[in-house]
């Protein structure tokens, strides 16, 4: 069976560029989530969905971030404008219905430099 | 957002039982507990959870003290491919956010 699904696997982009990072979740799965991490602040949640509605997008650090998911297969990061303090390995996870016994699938991640 | 406790590094030789330890004084009775590893390179993977009883699986066996406060997690035989960030964590049963607070973890070794 297809894990979750990322990409690009890298993305190297010049300050100021709009970024877009895609993620296609586990089929049947109805939860999804962008998580980023860096040494400094370890992995942190970003924005979760449940059947493609945000649930609870208080970790999106600013404006310049964005997500959607306009189908259960398919779901967009978009950062715009990019700037260095963005750099970091950015991960979907998919899960079944958000209770608390469900394990999430992380894909393998999108690293991001922004230079 | 209750708090795990784990120590930074551990190490093993291949082959050998490795027991990973996690505190959890705080943990609320409706606190499932998670544990997921994270090899170099990797998102992270899912490795067991429990919620009172000692589970079993085929990656590794879940033994939670009987107030809950503490946990280990078992390698029965660890493998140069076991060596990763392990990570304890605690999720609220019945919870509607799909929030998992990942500390630091514990880096494992394993030596050949």
């Known amino acids: 069976d297809a894990g979750v699904i990322q990409s690009p696997r890298h993305e190297v982009t010049e300050m100021g560029q709009e970024v877009t990072l895609r993620c296609k979740p586990i089929?049947?799965?109805?939860?999804l989530f962008w998580y980023r991490q860096t040494m400094m602040r370890g992995l942190e949640l970003l924005i979760y969905f449940n059947n493609n509605v945000p649930i609870d997008d208080s970790g999106m650090p600013e404006d310049r971030f964005s997500a959607k998911m306009p189908n259960a297969s398919f779901s967009t990061l978009k950062i715009q404008p990019s700037e260095p303090r963005d750099s970091a390995v950015y991960f979907c996870a998919s899960s079944l219905t958000g209770p608390s016994n469900q394990p999430q699938h992380f894909g393998d991640g999108t690293r991001l430099s922004i230079l | 957002d209750a708090k795990t406790t784990q120590p930074n590094s551990m190490e093993s030789n291949e082959e050998e039982p490795v027991h990973l330890p996690c505190n959890h004084s705080t943990i609320s009775g409706t606190d499932y507990i998670h544990w997921y590893r994270q090899l170099p390179s990797q998102g992270p993977e899912y490795v067991i959870h429990?919620?009172?009883s000692n589970v079993n699986n085929r990656m590794a066996s879940l033994a939670i003290a009987e107030d809950r406060k503490s946990s280990t997690l078992i390698l029965h035989r660890a493998t140069l491919r076991d060596a990763a960030v392990y990570y304890c964590?605690?999720?609220?049963?019945?919870?509607?956010?799909?929030?998992?607070?990942f500390g630091r973890g514990t880096q494992l070794t394993v030596w050949p």
């Open positions: 964590i605690l999720f609220p049963r019945g919870s509607t956010l799909g929030r998992l607070y």
């Open positions: 429990g919620l009172t």
């Open positions: 089929s049947g799965h109805n939860s």
